[in-house]
């Protein structure tokens, strides 16, 4: 059985979260090649959760909340090994139990567009997303 728990960013192994960033499939979406940004994205999470079986760690949820209104959930992730068990609802709602009355806001990755109907989310009909300036 897996144990989920809120864990502090600075704490993280970078290569460990690495890891299951590739093992899941995520890797494929970030940019996992740029180390410092990485690197920047894995500390710079304010709310993350982690699921391990003994040590091995299987799944992460990385993401920024007010903790009163809106926790935005930038990644989700849990080893292809491992998927399918019922980790991610369990990332999911440590997550949200972490800020009890903050909505969770995120981005589908296209492989997981049928994941979120599936366990209780609703697509948004004005979502809006401004990219990146570099
Ligand atoms: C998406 C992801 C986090 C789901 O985690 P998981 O631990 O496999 O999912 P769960 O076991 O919690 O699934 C709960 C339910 O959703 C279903 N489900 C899981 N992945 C699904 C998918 N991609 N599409 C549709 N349903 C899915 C499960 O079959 C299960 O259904 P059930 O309750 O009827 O048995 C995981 O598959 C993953 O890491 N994918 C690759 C990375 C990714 O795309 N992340 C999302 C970025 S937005």
């Not at 920024?64 to 369990?90: C, H, M, N, P």
């Not at 948004?124 to 300036?133: E, I, N």
């Amino acid at each position: 059985m897996w144990k989920c728990e809120v864990v502090d960013a600075s704490g993280l192994d970078v290569d460990e979260v690495l890891s299951v960033y590739r093992a899941s499939g995520l890797a494929e979406r970030r940019p996992v090649d740029d180390t410092e940004r990485f690197t920047a994205m894995v500390r710079g999470a304010n709310l993350v959760v982690t699921a391990r079986i003994g040590d091995r760690l299987v799944g992460i949820a990385r993401s920024i909340t007010d903790g009163a209104y809106a926790t935005y959930l930038s990644d989700i992730a849990v080893d292809r090994e491992f998927q399918r068990r019922g980790i991610g609802v369990d990332l999911i709602r440590v997550t949200q139990e972490a800020a009890p009355r903050a909505k969770v806001i995120l981005l589908s990755a296209p492989a997981a567009a049928e994941y979120y109907p599936h366990i209780g989310f609703t697509q948004h009909p004005s979502a809006w997303v401004r990219d990146a300036l570099s």
